[in-house]
C-alpha cells in the first residue's frame, strides 16, 4: 500500500497547487458561533506564510449577497434564517475580509454568490489557466463553503485537499463529520504540518537532482 506521505506529496507539488483561503470574513470569524475560529485563524495566517514562502499561489474568496443574485431558493434560505440576509451585504462590516487575511499583490481575489465557489465564477477557468491539479482548501466555514467547493474541485477533476487545523465550524462534531466524508469519498485530509512537510519534501527532491 502506498505511504499517505508520499500520496500527499505528489498530490501537492508547488507547482501544480493553489490554496484556497475561503470566505475569511469579518461575519464567519464570530467566536461565539464558531468556538474553534480564535485558535484555528493563528495557524492559518502561519500556513499562508508558508504557501508564500514555497510560491504556492492563494486564491481568497469572499462571499457577498446582493438583491440582484437572491433568487426565489435562495430567498427561502432567508424565511429559514432570517439573520442571513444581511450577513455578507456590499460594503459592510461582515462581508469585509478578516483584517489579518486580505489579498496581497500577487494573490487572487474572487467573490462568490453562492456556497460553492465554482459556482458563477470563472474559477475553473483560472485553474486550468495556471496549469492548476490541485487545490488545497481552508477557511471557512468546513460544512458550508469550504465543503462545497473542495466537493465540486473533486467533480471537476481536481485533487481536492481539506486542511482539518486550517478550517472550522460550528461543533466538533460537524467538523469531524464533513473531513471523513471527504477522506472517505471526496480527496485528502491533511494537517497544515504534513502539507508544509509534503513542499519541503518536494522542494528538496527537485534541488538533489
Request: net charge negative; glycine share 4%.
Amino acid at each position: 500500500m502506498r505511504d499517505p506521505r508520499d500520496q500527499l506529496a505528489s498530490v501537492v507539488d508547488p507547482r501544480y497547487t493553489a490554496v484556497m483561503v475561503v470566505d475569511v470574513q469579518n461575519c464567519f470569524c464570530d467566536v461565539e458561533a464558531i468556538p474553534t475560529v480564535e485558535a484555528m485563524l493563528p495557524r492559518l495566517e502561519e500556513f499562508i506564510a508558508d504557501a508564500r514562502r514555497f510560491d504556492v499561489p492563494l486564491i481568497f474568496t469572499q462571499v457577498i449577497q446582493t438583491d440582484e443574485t437572491d433568487t426565489e431558493v435562495w430567498e427561502s434560505l432567508y424565511e429559514r434564517s432570517p439573520w442571513f440576509r444581511e450577513l455578507c451585504r456590499p460594503g459592510s462590516h461582515g462581508a469585509d475580509y478578516h483584517p489579518r487575511f486580505r489579498p496581497e499583490s500577487g494573490d487572487t481575489a474572487l467573490v462568490k454568490h453562492r456556497y460553492s465557489a465554482f459556482i458563477g465564477t470563472p474559477l475553473e477557468m483560472m485553474l486550468r489557466a495556471r496549469g492548476i491539479k490541485t487545490v488545497v482548501l481552508t477557511g471557512l466555514t468546513t460544512d458550508c463553503c469550504v465543503g462545497t467547493t473542495a466537493h465540486d474541485a473533486f467533480q471537476r477533476d481536481f485533487h481536492s485537499v481539506m486542511v482539518e487545523d486550517c478550517t472550522a465550524t460550528a461543533t466538533e462534531t460537524a467538523q469531524q463529520a464533513v473531513l471523513e466524508t471527504h477522506r472517505n469519498v471526496f480527496g485528502l485530509v491533511a494537517t497544515s504540518a504534513d502539507i508544509v512537510q509534503a513542499w519541503k519534501s518536494v522542494a528538496g527532491d527537485r534541488a538533489s537532482r
